[in-house]
Nanobody, 120 residues
Framework: QVQLVESGGGLVQPGGSLRLSCAAS????????MGWYRQAPGNQRELVAA???????????NYADSVKGRFTISRDNAKNAVTLQMNSLKPEDTAVYYC??????????WGKGTLVTVSS
């Protein structure tokens, strides 16, 4: 089992920045990648960014087109954490952001989510 705890959400004005963090605990060795999804009201949950945390592709990243150039995902192996630096935020970035950890085998683990609101 893996437990994920997100932090860093909140209210920010358009053009502002926020930094989300996700701390993982438990069977960390089973995790191959971590990332962030988001879900806005009335929309499906969508991938925002992901990073490979193990294997030959360790450190490789993947971003949704809508956030490329604005968001950066990174990992802190010492803290078993991933962060999502979000810059130039737009109102359409408003959503609940969920941390995800995917093991090599089996279903992924999800955090409880943290709300990001971009509004003036």
């Amino acid at each position: 089992q893996v437990q994920l705890v997100e932090s860093g959400g909140g209210l920010v004005q358009p053009g502002g920045s926020l930094r989300l963090s996700c701390a993982a605990s438990g069977d960390i060795a089973s995790i191959n990648s971590m990332g962030w999804y988001r879900q806005a009201p009335g929309n499906q949950r969508e991938l925002v960014a992901a990073i490979t945390t193990g294997g030959i592709s360790e450190g490789s990243t993947n971003y949704a087109d809508s956030v490329k150039g604005r968001f950066t995902i990174s990992r802190d192996n010492a803290k078993n954490a991933v962060t999502l630096q979000m810059n130039s935020l737009k109102p359409e970035d408003t959503a609940v952001y969920y941390c995800i950890a995917a093991p090599n085998i089996g279903m992924p683990y999800w955090g409880k989510g943290t709300l990001v609101t971009v509004s003036s």
